[in-house]
Structures are given as structure tokens and as C-alpha cells.
């Protein structure tokens, strides 16, 4: 065989294993014999410099430095999108794209709107042989060594009837674990990082030096076409699946949907995937899905009229911190939360922002008065991600003074050696920690008190009918129905599940009591361990630091917390009140068969909830995990099951559904 023939093996080889790993995402060898086979290439490479193409697969790696980019112009502009921001526009638009059809309903495709930045990518007879950035839409930087770094990129088009010039339109975009790593790295180096994954590809796609820009985790996904020769199918839809066809990457979620409907479903779809992902999403992009009503619908200015963008709220904000207070919570913990000139963020208006602790005031610099940006990302809380010390006006701000005493009750407050946080020392003479024991005690993992709401247990508090938990059961309709807001009906009803909340487990009583660093694991642990609730008022701390997963500091805070007069009596006074769980039997330790085994659970059940089954599991000796990975034993997968249980499909982790779940815990 001639070299230049092992070469063309070699490369078609490493071809077709970027195609499987990066578009069908379905590698069919392990990374060590792609490099393998790179490296041997590399090899005739070098010492055949004649035989070495410009789209050969290890072009990937980068070449020589440029001094500049030079100018491109675009055959075609590059358009931008409309952008609508509610459902009722997102209907408008589609009946305007509707009234100029005789279909009787028209198609969409939809996908998600990529968070990078647009490119243009031109194949000719199958190679790559120009990439440009958008630029202002009319001219643009050729940036065509960087673009070929793209891991997810084909320099060269495979299969079928490939175009003899195919130029298409994308998004260069990073993926948020490399982005991660890479500001890690930077931090590290002391160099500025990224503000976000957007930017880094911005800053990564205009590097001279391409053998930078193919250090940098940097992804491609096609959306459009844009000039070719040839035939291409006439739907959206299906030129995508031709690109996919030809070895190029466009989204997973490009769909064709019908009426705006199913268009709104498709958002929602989206917007519960967006956390997964694993790259930076700010919307969905809706496309008529048929070319020739495209060409009907035509351009406006510079958008055109058969696509809009439905943008999600934005997750960043700027507002002002008009001041600071500070909130006492269950165990005296003192927080520190920003005040916040309203601000809709994330979908919400928000007015408040936790600060955490001291060393996150100092390390954000925030002082009253300040300009900041604020982040809500999904459910997370919101946070202030930074300040804009810029805008800062030095005459006006004001820096936060922690209190030396509990707001509330006016207790000494203590700062514990090498923590972050202050704590009021008044435990549960201070109203604060008596109302936030008293919330805990009623959550949904606790007793689950159904009907008594986080305000109520301020009503009650504040209006001295209770004072702890205890005194909840000797609560009466008639004191009930008086409250502000609570009728006969809502009083009898809580009254009634009051009643049903005293049937409970050991394991629910103990982490109802909110011992400090007792959550839900631990007070199952616990229950298993000591069998009754004599037993672990009674341990010492080093009995209680056999139970797994109690070390010495929680051993401490149970010993302690039953050492106090106060909390033994409400103990007592609440089995009094009728609170009452199934004795445990007298199991040993071996009988632990899901010992060592980690569950993770996922999707609804109809029998029984998330909360029980993990405390049923753990009481068989199992961990139960949040996230699946590939120290995961099961997955247990009840309705309508999302990323988890596809995590789980691919790392081949054993999955069970509610059934079999049901009868492993009969068995047991
Ligand atoms: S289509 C003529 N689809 O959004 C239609 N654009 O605001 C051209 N973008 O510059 C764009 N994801 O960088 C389209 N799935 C997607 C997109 C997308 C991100 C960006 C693109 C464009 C900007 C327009």
C-alpha cells in the first residue's frame, strides 16, 4: 500500500469515529484507539509534508498564528431574529405566517436558541473551505483555522448527494463543564475568567492562534442554510435532517410541530430541559417550516418574517441594594439578605437576595446602596452574582454592619471558630427560631401537617396561641377560625389533619425535632440504630456516634439537644398529645440487604411518595443519591421520568419502576 493510501485510510478511519462519537453520539471504539490511529497519522503526516490535506482530521489541533483576520462578505446577509416574549405574540406571529397560506394549519420547526454566536460555514464539493463570524451581517472575519478546531465539526461531508456548495449557518457555543474548568484554569493561572460561556466563545473564536482555540471546548450546532447549488428538500425540517445526514451536528431537539399548541408545549419542554442541557440556551426559535412560504413571508428590515425567537425571561438583572437585614433562622443561624428594589428576574419580581455570611459580603465588596447584578436561574434562590463598582457612588454608600445582638430577641449573638456564620444564642426563647422550629416541625418531610402554612405559624406565634410544637394539638377550631384569613371550613380541616399527623414513623418524629445536622438520612439512621425514642435520649455521644453517618460533631448536637429540660419536655408532652409511630423490630445490622447499594429516584408514584420510599430504602441499609452516575446501583423510575432516567439508559445503571420497587420492599 502507497502511503498516500494509508493516509486516505487513516483519515477516512478518523473520520467516520468523529461522525459516530459527535452526530450520532454513539462512539463505536474507546478514545485510546482514536488516538492511536491519530498519532500514526500524524506520523506519515510529518514525514510526508507533500501528502498533508487542509482538512486532513488532524487539522484539529490547530496550525500556524495569524497577525489579523481578514474581511469576509457574506454572499447572503446574515439576518437576526425577531424576539417575542409571551404567548399572545408568539400566537400573532403565527397567525400573520398562517394568513398568507392555504394549508389549513401550518408547520413549524422548532429548536432551541443557542447562546453563542452565529457562524457561517461554506462546504465545497464536501470540504471546508471558509468559515466566517457574522460580523454585522453584511461583512464578517474569516476565522476559518479556529472554526476547523471545532470537535463537533466535519471538515469534510460524508454520504450522499452532497452539494457541490453548501454553505451553513450555526451557533459556536461552549459547553458549561468546559467552560467551568476552563475559568477554573484561568483562576488558577491568575487571569481574568470568562463572565460566561457565551463570551468565552466569543473571546475563543477570535483567537490568532488556533492552537488555542482548539484547547477550548467548543461546540457547533447548524440551524440554517444559506447559499448552495443543488437541490435541497423544501421543508426547515427536513434540510436539517439533510445536514444531519451529511455529518453535520445540529440540536437534538429540532422538532417539526404543528399549531401553537403544540408550539407552547414544545417551550415548556424546553425551558424543564434548559438545566441539563449542558450548554447555554436563551430561548426557542420558531421557523415556518415550509421554504416557500418562507419565500412569500419575506424580510422586514433585518429579521425575517417566517421566523421569531420566544425568549426565556432573562436570568440577570440589575437593580439597587436599598438595604440589608438580617433573618434568624431555625437553628440562630444569622442571615444576612439584600433588600432589592423590585426587580422581574428569572420570570419573577424579586425583592430580597441572601448574602449568605460575612466572607461572602467581603468577597462580593457589596455595601447599601450598591448597584448589583441579580441571578435567578430556575428555582435556585435568587443570588447577587456581582457588583457594579463602576456605578458605585462612594458618598452615598454604605457598608453593612453585622449586629452584636439577635434582632429578634436581643440575645448575645456568637460567632463559632473557623464558620462563616453568627448565631443568636437565645435557642428557643428567641421568637425567630421558636416560629422557624415550629414550620419544620409541620413540613412535608416532618410531620406533614397539611393546611399549616408558613404564614399561619407566624399568626400563631405572634398571637401567643403557641409557642412549640406540642401546643399545636391542644389548638381549637373555634381559636382557629378567628385568625385573619381562616374561615370554619380551613380551621376544622387543619384540625383534622393535625389529628392524622400524629400516626407517624420514629424516623419523621426525630427529624421533625430539627436537632442540628439531623436531616432526613440521619434521623432514619437513627430510628434504625436505637429502635425507640428512650433509647437516644438516653445514648451517650459515643453510643450515638456508632449510628453511620454520625461523626462527633452530630453526635454532640443530638446529645446536647436532649440534655436540655426543655426539649425532653416537649418531647414528652408531644407523645402526650398522641403523636405515635409502629414499633421497630428488633433487626440486626446484617439484615441490612441493601447495604453498600446507592438508589437514586426519579418521575412521580402513585403509591407512595419520593420521601417514602427513600426512607424506606435507607431503612434496608441503601444510600440514596440525588444525581445518577456510574457508582449508581438502581434508578427507581416512577412517571414521567426525565434526565435521570436517560443518565441512567446510558451508563446501562439498572432501572426499576414502581411495580417491582413495591414488591422489593414486600419481599423485604
Ligand atoms: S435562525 C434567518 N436559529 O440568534 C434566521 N438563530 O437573533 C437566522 N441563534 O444571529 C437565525 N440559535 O446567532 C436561528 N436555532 C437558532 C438559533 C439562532 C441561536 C442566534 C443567531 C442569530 C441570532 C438572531
Same mark, same amino acid.
Given at each position: 500500500m502507497t502511503v498516500k493510501t494509508k493516509i486516505k485510510q487513516l483519515s477516512d478511519l478518523l473520520e467516520e469515529y468523529n461522525y459516530q462519537y459527535y452526530v450520532l453520539d454513539n462512539p463505536s471504539v474507546p478514545d485510546g484507539e482514536y488516538d492511536r490511529i491519530f498519532q500514526q497519522l500524524l506520523k506519515l503526516e510529518q514525514d510526508n509534508p507533500e501528502l498533508l490535506s487542509p482538512n486532513s482530521p488532524t487539522q484539529k489541533v490547530g496550525g500556524t498564528a495569524l497577525t489579523k483576520f481578514e474581511q469576509v462578505t457574506h454572499q447572503q446577509p446574515m439576518l437576526s431574529l425577531d424576539n417575542v416574549f409571551e404567548q399572545q405574540s408568539l400566537v400573532d406571529f403565527m397567525q400573520r405566517a398562517q394568513d398568507k397560506s392555504s394549508q389549513p394549519e401550518i408547520a413549524f420547526c422548532v429548536e432551541p436558541k443557542l447562546d453563542g454566536l452565529a457562524a457561517s460555514i461554506i462546504y465545497q464539493n464536501g470540504e471546508l473551505i471558509q468559515a466566517a463570524t457574522r460580523? /454585522?451581517?453584511?461583512v464578517g472575519e474569516n476565522v476559518t483555522e479556529n472554526v476547523k478546531t471545532?470537535?463537533?465539526?466535519?471538515?469534510k461531508l460524508r454520504g450522499e448527494n452532497i452539494p457541490p456548495l453548501l454553505e451553513v449557518r450555526g451557533e459556536v457555543f461552549m459547553l458549561i463543564d468546559g467552560f467551568n474548568k476552563l475559568n477554573d484554569n484561568l483562576i488558577k493561572a491568575n487571569e481574568k475568567p470568562f463572565v460566561n460561556p457565551r463570551n468565552a466563545a466569543a473571546g475563543s473564536l477570535r483567537q490568532l492562534d488556533s492552537k488555542i482555540a482548539a484547547k477550548r471546548p467548543l461546540a457547533f450546532y447548524c440551524y440554517a442554510v444559506g447559499v448552495f447549488e443543488g437541490e435541497l428538500a423544501n421543508s426547515q425540517y427536513e434540510r436539517m435532517q439533510q445536514l444531519k445526514g451529511w455529518g453535520l451536528p445540529i440540536s437534538t431537539e429540532v422538532k417539526r410541530v404543528i399549531g401553537s399548541e403544540n408550539c407552547q408545549a414544545y417551550y415548556q419542554n424546553i425551558q424543564d430541559k434548559r438545566p441539563n442541557l449542558g450548554y447555554a440556551i436563551d430561548g426557542v426559535v420558531y421557523k415556518v417550516d415550509d421554504i416557500a412560504l418562507q419565500q412569500t413571508l419575506g424580510f422586514v428590515a433585518r429579521a425575517p418574517r417566517w421566523a421569531t425567537a420566544y425568549k426565556f425571561p432573562a436570568e440577570e438583572a440589575v437593580t439597587e441594594v436599598e438595604n440589608v437585614e438580617f433573618q434568624v433562622g431555625r437553628t440562630g443561624a444569622i442571615t444576612p439578605v439584600a433588600k432589592l428594589k423590585p426587580i422581574f428576574v428569572g420570570g419573577v419580581t424579586v425583592s430580597n437576595a441572601t448574602l449568605h455570611n460575612k466572607d461572602e459580603i467581603e468577597r462580593l465588596d457589596i455595601r447599601i446602596g450598591d448597584q448589583v447584578v441579580v441571578r435567578r436561574a430556575g428555582d435556585v434562590i435568587p443570588q447577587v452574582a456581582r457588583v457594579l463598582l463602576e456605578r458605585r457612588d462612594t458618598e452615598k454608600v454604605k457598608s453593612i454592619e453585622f449586629p452584636s445582638r439577635c434582632p429578634v430577641c436581643g440575645s448575645n449573638v456568637e460567632r463559632i471558630e473557623g464558620e462563616a456564620i453568627i448565631r443568636c444564642a437565645g435557642g428557643l426563647y428567641c421568637e425567630a427560631q421558636r416560629k422557624e422550629a415550629i414550620k419544620h416541625f409541620a413540613s412535608r418531610k416532618a410531620l406533614d401537617i397539611d393546611g399549616l402554612g408558613n404564614k399561619l405559624v407566624e399568626q400563631l406565634v405572634d398571637q401567643k396561641?403557641?409557642? /412549640?410544637?406540642?401546643q399545636l394539638f391542644s389548638l381549637t377550631a373555634h381559636q382557629l377560625s378567628s385568625l385573619p384569613r381562616m374561615g370554619d371550613v380551613s380551621a376544622k380541616k387543619l384540625i383534622h389533619s393535625l389529628q392524622t399527623s400524629k400516626k407517624t414513623t420514629l424516623a419523621r418524629f426525630l427529624y421533625s425535632l430539627g436537632i442540628r445536622e439531623v436531616g432526613e438520612a440521619t434521623a432514619n439512621n437513627l430510628a434504625v440504630h436505637f429502635k425507640t425514642i428512650e433509647a437516644i435520649e438516653k445514648a451517650s455521644v459515643d453510643d450515638l456516634k456508632t449510628v453511620s453517618d454520625v461523626g462527633e460533631i452530630v453526635a454532640k448536637h443530638i446529645y446536647y439537644f436532649f440534655r436540655q429540660e426543655h426539649n425532653i419536655e416537649v418531647v414528652a408532652r408531644l407523645i402526650e398529645a398522641g403523636i405515635h409511630w409502629p414499633a421497630l423490630e428488633e433487626k440486626q445490622e446484617e439484615e441490612q440487604p441493601l447495604l453498600g447499594q446507592t438508589f437514586v429516584i426519579t418521575g412521580s408514584f402513585s403509591n407512595m411518595s419520593r420521601t417514602d420510599i427513600k426512607t424506606a430504602l435507607q431503612a434496608l441499609g441503601a444510600k440514596v443519591a440525588g444525581s445518577v452516575s456510574k457508582?449508581?446501583?438502581t434508578v427507581i423510575a416512577g412517571e414521567a421520568a426525565g434526565s435521570k432516567l436517560t443518565k441512567a439508559e446510558e451508563l446501562g445503571v439498572a432501572i426499576m419502576d414502581e411495580e417491582a420497587l413495591l414488591a422489593l420492599l414486600d419481599k423485604q
Open positions: 460580523g /454585522d451581517g453584511q471545532i470537535a463537533n465539526l466535519p471538515l396561641l403557641i409557642a /412549640d410544637p406540642a457508582k449508581t446501583s
